[in-house]
């Protein structure tokens, strides 16, 4: 099983306002989680990953910090959790494609060999999915309710 998610979206608006949402802590947390991000290297920040009771899952602190900030083309930051997840790196490469952007994005470095990390991959995947889409609806909303 390959480690990585690799995510890719295309988006009508320019990169500027695609890296704003990945780097504004109020529009950041709209779509992910509670954080107290800054887009700075070596800013070290946490994400509040809410308890859900109908999967059991008791909510959790990621702990991260900003190792690559280069507006608005590239954000890679370090996640870490207990257990499979507890090394991994994040990433968003925003390219421009036409008018808009092409967001590729990766989560890596999941250890699989540990006791639950098929588990924890696939939950990621999931949480991933789930948030890259309201990403895709809260630009598509900022778009629309800009004047």
């Known amino acids: 099983m390959n480690n990585i998610i ?7 608006q320019p990169p500027e306002q695609v890296w704003q949402a990945i780097t504004d802590r109020a529009t ?20 509040q ?17 900003v190792l690559e900030c280069e507006p608005p083309s590239r954000l890679v930051f370090s996640w870490s959790v207990a257990g499979p997840v507890a090394n991994t790196q994040v990433s968003y490469r925003l390219e421009p494609d036409g008018p808009g952007t092409r967001l590729l994005f990766e989560h890596a470095g999941f250890d699989l060999s540990q006791v639950g990390g098929d588990q924890a991959f696939k939950g990621a995947e999931y949480g991933w999915a789930r948030m890259l889409g309201q990403l895709a609806t809260v630009v598509a909303k900022r778009t629309t309710d800009a004047p």
Request: hydrophobic content about 35%; proline content about 14%.
């Open 6 to 12: 690799r995510r890719e979206l295309l988006f009508p």
């Open 28 to 47: 950041l947390a709209e779509w992910m989680y509670p954080n107290d991000f800054e887009p700075r290297v070596g800013h070290q920040f946490t994400f």
């Open 49 to 65: 990953v809410p308890p859900n009771p109908k999967v059991r899952f008791d909510g959790l602190t990621v702990r991260c910090e």
